[in-house]
């Protein structure tokens, strides 16, 4: 079966086709960040607006790249949310538009079962069961995954995900948008040491995160300062290794209660070296495998869509015609299994 993967959760406009036989045949991305870096986050109606003029172009791109059609479609999958609603709405719309139209089922997909899926792509897939840390712009959770939709939350963050930590800390010391990449860069030139922020919620039991205070820290440390250029990186050096060993922390803590030995770890705060390296480090500590996503497939994209898609999709699921229905708000625990 060869599925259409539509993303358009937020600020990314991607498409993508995965065929159960072939595995993923092409993709694509256009990134809003040029449009939102001049305001310091995502403008939900501009997003929504780039997805309207971005998102069919992109699909008629992956299709030709792949060779096929839309007659060749055999199914359509969408996010219909966690996300901005009206940028979940573009993608559901034009998902439901093809699929009506080919007699196809259109298949709704949540974000951020998508992203916990994504390794599933790679060569070297982990197998059920395993843990997932799942660390996205808008999530923070750690995840007890036992089978394709059926997901066990451990853990989550009771304020910001340390992506929103990540892009304020970055907006606080005037590094721009996206806060993860720019905080990252500024953090290599940074002296270890100066800066000691908190590792919130380390201190007592259990497996939730709160990244609120540590943004605070940084203000305070900030407003304190006369800021240069060596203030900026000591003080991202000091963030981002705070941030990085609470999720470190928060996984062996996790590995250590359930003793599983496979972790997976998703979005796009996942990108980032210096938290790739310690949990390399966590896992040849604790004797476990930790498996990554590509890069490209970290942040936001149409991959990961289209391939949790088409597993609901062999399965029975997606509808044919008819009205549809977002979710801005979809907490994981409410995934059903697929039939």
């Not at 539509?6 to 072939?22: F, K, N, Q, V």
């Not at 480090?281 to 942040?299: G, M, N």
Request: glycine content about 12%; overall charge neutral.
């Amino acid at each position: 079966m060869l599925v259409l993967g539509i993303e358009t959760s937020c600020d990314d406009t991607a498409a993508a086709l995965y065929d159960g036989e072939r595995g993923l045949l092409a993709h694509r991305l256009f990134s809003q960040i040029e449009t939102h870096s001049q305001y310091g986050g995502v403008v939900p109606e501009l997003a929504a607006r780039d997805h309207v003029r971005k998102l069919l172009p992109l699909v008629h791109e992956v299709l030709g790249r792949a060779g096929a059609g839309i007659p060749d479609l055999g199914a359509v999958a969408y996010t219909a949310g966690p996300g901005l609603v009206g940028a979940l709405l573009v993608g559901a719309a034009l998902s439901h538009g093809l699929a009506a139209a080919r007699n196809i089922p259109a298949v709704g997909v949540h974000h951020m079962e998508g992203h916990l899926l994504a390794p599933m792509l790679e060569e070297n897939r982990p197998a059920f069961p395993f843990l997932a840390l799942l660390v996205s712009g808008g999530h923070t959770m750690l995840v007890e995954v036992s089978g394709h939709g059926r997901y066990r939350l451990l853990g989550q963050t009771l304020d910001d995900a340390v992506g929103e930590a990540f892009d304020k800390t970055a907006k606080l010391l005037g590094l721009g948008y996206p806060g993860g990449p720019a905080i990252a860069a500024a953090a290599e030139h940074g002296e270890p040491g100066r800066f000691t922020f908190p590792r919130p919620m380390t201190d007592r039991p259990g497996l939730d995160f709160s990244f609120s205070g540590l943004k605070t820290a940084v203000l305070r440390t900030v407003r304190a300062q006369k800021m240069n250029g060596s203030a900026v990186a000591d003080i991202s050096r000091a963030f981002q290794d705070a941030a990085v060993e609470t999720l470190v922390i928060k996984c062996r803590r996790a590995v250590e209660e359930t003793r599983h030995r496979r972790l997976v770890v998703a979005g796009g705060v996942g990108a980032n070296r210096d938290l790739r390296a310690r949990l390399a480090e966590l896992a040849k500590s604790e004797d476990i495998e930790v498996f990554f996503p590509r890069l490209e497939f970290c942040t936001d994209n149409g991959a990961m869509i289209a391939y949790a898609g088409w597993l609901r999709a062999r399965n029975g699921g997606g509808t044919a015609g008819g009205g549809f229905q977002v979710r801005p708000r979809w907490p994981l625990a409410e995934l059903e299994p697929p039939a």
